[in-house]
């Protein structure tokens, strides 16, 4: 694995573990909710997806209608309770984030080049290490 892909699944540890005020590309937006889609490789309902990214439901319902009509997610009833709705990534929505990861991690690559390998293996020694502490 490489630094900026560690760095990366750091990032999204972080972010959503233990900060919750964050730029709207990370985890407030769209490609917050498909990005923890993708992360937690699973289905979810909306009120977990609002609680894990700190949105109001009123947000989540907003942002999941805009990536329904991009077809980016699908919606699925529950088979015991037809109330619950379960959200999923759709293979547009997944290639949409992994393009998205790839050019992340590529840039955490080049910054973390300019530190040189002792320095940029330093400073995720001590990103792990606080998340540790959280």
Do not use: H, P
Not at 28 to 54: F, K, P, Q, T
């Amino acid at each position: 694995m490489s630094l900026g892909e560690e760095l990366f699944l750091l990032r999204f540890s972080y972010e959503s573990g233990c900060a919750k005020s964050l730029d709207a590309t990370s985890t407030s937006g769209e490609d917050g909710v498909l990005l923890w889609l993708y992360m937690e490789n699973r289905a979810a309902m909306a009120g977990e997806l609002a609680r894990a990214l700190g949105l109001t439901s009123g947000r989540i319902a907003n942002i999941l209608k805009k990536l329904d009509e991009k077809e980016m997610i699908s919606r699925e009833m529950g088979t015991s309770d037809k109330r619950k709705v379960y959200i999923s990534l759709t293979e547009k929505g997944r290639e949409r984030i992994e393009a998205k990861k790839s050019e992340e991690i590529a840039q955490y690559n080049r910054v973390l080049e300019k530190l040189g390998d002792k320095d940029a293996r330093e400073y995720l020694r001590i990103t792990r290490r606080i998340l540790e502490l959280n």
